[in-house]
């Protein structure tokens, strides 16, 4: 009797199983959603910073937290306190917090962004990424220009200027010059 020359392949998985693929990260949490709360407290804050500033920066406790936000800052109470009070006095008597109310409100907004389920720091990180890579995605990477200089130079531009002599002036030739109004030949 001849041998099988295929031994029969078992499965690895069973049929029932359930896979699902995730994505890279902590799970729950999306980098531009964070960016863009981000965006939003900041300019939540930037609204009614001056008069929540120093009730605020002096809270020891949750309920003082609370209480500087019914006072100063009575629009925005309900997404900021009580659900981010304890994230809120967290960050504001961190070693790091910024001095200057412009940088307080930046810092702030950023590290709240998270909502909790990421560290303030990681927040504040997230935000700064998607930023840059925000900017990253759109620009001009090279901007050339055919230029013929009176140093008898023909070609490219470099930075806007003569290689050779470094010029910038642009002389246009009269043809290229606008005729005043009204035109008179």
């Avoid at 406790?61 to 997404?79: M, S």
């Avoid at 910024?98 to 409100?105: N, R, S």
């Avoid at 389920?117 to 925000?134: F, G, H, L, N, V």
Wanted: charged share 30%.
């Amino acid at each position: 009797m001849p041998k099988r020359k295929k031994a029969a392949k078992k499965g690895k998985k069973a049929l029932d199983s359930f896979s699902v693929k995730r994505g890279r990260g902590r799970p729950g949490v999306r980098r531009s959603e964070i960016r863009g709360r981000g965006d939003n407290y900041q300019t939540i804050f930037e609204r009614i910073w001056r008069d929540l500033r120093e009730p605020l920066l002096k809270a020891k406790t949750q309920e003082e937290v609370t209480r500087a936000f019914e006072d100063f800052g009575k629009p925005y109470i309900q997404q900021f306190v009580p659900a981010l009070s304890s994230l809120i006095l967290k960050v504001i008597h961190e070693p790091r917090f910024p001095k200057t109310p412009g940088a307080q409100i930046g810092f702030l907004a950023d590290s709240l962004a998270g909502l909790g389920r990421t560290s303030p720091r990681r927040s504040r990180d997230i935000c700064e990424q998607e930023r840059k890579r925000q900017k990253k995605e759109h620009h001009i990477i090279r901007q050339d220009f055919y230029i013929e200089c009176t140093c008898r130079y023909k070609g490219p531009a470099l930075h806007g200027k003569c290689p050779r002599c470094g010029t910038s002036e642009l002389s246009l030739p009269y043809s290229l010059y606008p005729l005043p109004f009204p035109y008179t030949f």
